[in-house]
């Protein structure tokens, strides 16, 4: 089976710190993503990998930024946490341009 | 227009009903189609993948593809109170150089005993 983990569940962080969430997946994929989920506005995409050192941004890459440097692992990172970056974190893999994606349990970040 | 379209619900239904969700989307170069069911405070689960037009069956779970009218569904037999989620279409065009993927807004269930 697949299997997406996340560093943490939950995390609280006050404005202004720099917030590093990261992914690791053990199925070999190309492909690895950061979403975050907000009530009524669904998934959006933050950025994403195909590849080692690869990174494009997404619908919505302000205030984020991205760090691809193995194959197995993705992180995201905000540089000043502010309070709208309070959100459902999401982290997902797949193995291929028209492969499924599989996802991560999820990281809920609140920002004080 | 939105390019996925999914009512959002919540859908409120008896133990033991069939359930049909669906998406519709306006980009014809949507290939790649798949149903995720997420339960509250977790990651969505992949359920269903198909890239064709047509029916896909998988236990209770049946995926619809109609590529002409650009709709999909998804229909769950004999629902459960464990089917209680939100279930998010999601679609895939991809090509040289390019890679599309866009998701529904989820629609919410619940299956009452």
């Known amino acids: 089976d697949v299997k997406v983990t996340q560093s943490s569940r939950y995390l609280v962080k006050r404005t202004g710190e720099k917030v590093f969430l990261e992914c690791v997946q053990d199925m070999d994929h190309e492909n690895m993503f950061w979403y975050r989920q907000d009530p009524g506005l669904g998934l959006r995409l933050i950025y994403f990998?195909?590849?080692?050192?690869?990174?494009e941004k997404g619908d919505i890459p302000e205030g984020y930024s991205v760090s691809r440097e193995k194959k197995e692992r993705f992180s995201l990172i905000l540089e000043s946490a502010s309070t709208n970056q309070t959100s459902m974190y999401l982290c997902?893999?797949?193995?291929?341009?028209?492969?499924?994606?599989?996802f991560g349990p999820g990281t809920r970040l609140t920002v004080t | 227009q939105k390019e996925v379209e999914q009512d959002p619900g919540p859908l409120s239904v008896p133990e033991g009903a069939i359930v049909s969700l669906n998406c519709t989307y306006s980009?014809?170069?949507?290939?790649?189609f798949m149903w995720y069911r997420q339960y509250s405070r977790k990651g969505p689960e992949l359920l269903m993948y198909?890239?064709?037009?047509g029916n896909k069956e998988d236990g209770r779970f049946t995926a619809q593809v109609d590529k002409s009218s650009k709709y999909i569904s998804l229909f769950i037999r004999d629902s459960q109170p464990s089917d209680s989620a939100t279930y998010l279409c999601?679609?895939?065009?991809?090509?040289?150089?390019?890679?599309?993927?866009?998701f529904g807004k989820g629609t919410k269930l619940s299956v009452i005993p």
């Open positions: 990998s195909y590849d080692v050192k690869m990174k």
């Open positions: 999601a679609m895939i065009s991809s090509g040289a150089g390019s890679y599309q993927l866009t």
């Open positions: 997902a893999s797949s193995p291929g341009t028209g492969g499924q994606q599989y």
């Open positions: 980009n014809s170069a949507f290939q790649y």
């Open positions: 198909t890239y064709s037009s």
